[in-house]
């Protein structure tokens, strides 16, 4: 029987901890991911998680006050939640080494520590722009940060309704027969790697699996847009995800500024992948097949990136901004 595989998210400060679980899971003849022991020096953290979720059988985050304040960690904790979503063989397991998050108030006291980092971050800016300096680097601090406090409901809610499992000294041995048992009873599919479907034009990626009862991608794409005056460039994704006879599209919206030409462009300002409404899927395979039309192009560089922009510093709702997204597809 093929070994299970399992990837470990954790703020760095729960090293031990981690260290600790690792050991114990190996023990139990589980592939254990971890970022210090596999991760590249120089890659991608964000294309490093999401790869790692997608390619492993079971996400196990280490909860604590330190983590679930870490933006990282926190998109980890969301990117597994959508994998739940779509692919039924993937498993979250939550263990918890403090117990903080189960009080009622425990969002209220994390939001104003995250709001605390927001505003240092600010203080920042004016420095940044009388030394001319590029201010890309707090731009996705503060980006993500944005999305730790949007999503912070979500993550506490499926971290209370999950059966947590207390890895404290005193419960661990007991609790980790339970992790192994959890992790023992996914179904291992062969992985897919993301990068082998990556492609930056319309043309479409064949089918990379036909596992029955899971969401595979049939198809991706993805178009590098850049306004006239090189400021700005966004990068619009298209990937058809199918089961059977059900079809979900799915819409990956990077956007990146910079203030001049001769800058480069650093880390995505907003960096969010969307589900698109079903009504808009002949549209979103019409795009995929044949391209952007010019229409589709402009309201992705302006409104819609406007939009996201806008909800990234609070000005509009998210939902607001997905609506603007969404309107791409129905654009001519």
Known sequence: ?????????????????????????????????????????????????????????????????????????????????????????????????????????????????????????????????????????LN???????????????????????????IRDSSFDKSIDKIVASINTVKVEPPISEGHNKITNSTPSPLVNSAPNRMITALKVRFILNNRDGLRQVIFGLEKMVQGDEILWKINFQLFERLKKSDAFNDALVDFSLAVNSSLNAQAERAASQGLTPGQSAHALGPAADAQKAAHIGEISQAEANQTTQDVLRKT
């Open 1 to 137: 029987m093929d070994a299970k595989t399992v990837f470990i998210s954790y703020n760095h400060g729960d090293s031990e901890v981690a260290d600790k679980l690792k050991a114990a899971l190996e023990k139990n003849g589980i592939v254990v991911r971890i970022d210090k022991a596999v991760m590249e020096p120089g890659e991608d953290i964000q294309g490093f998680i999401e790869d790692s979720i997608r390619e492993t059988d079971a996400t196990i985050t280490i909860v604590s006050n330190r983590s679930l304040l870490s933006a990282w960690v926190a998109l980890e904790s969301v990117t597994t939640f959508y994998s739940e979503k779509f692919q039924c063989e993937k498993k979250f397991i939550a263990c918890y080494i403090d117990e903080d998050f189960f009080k009622a108030d425990f969002r209220i006291k994390a939001t104003k520590q995250i709001d605390a980092k927001i505003n240092e971050i600010d203080q920042l800016i004016p420095e940044y722009n009388a030394a001319k300096i590029d201010t890309n680097d």
């Open 140 to 166: 996705s601090q503060k980006s993500r940060l944005y999305k730790l406090r949007t999503d912070l409901g979500e993550i506490l809610k499926k971290l209370r309704e999950s059966l947590a499992m207390d």
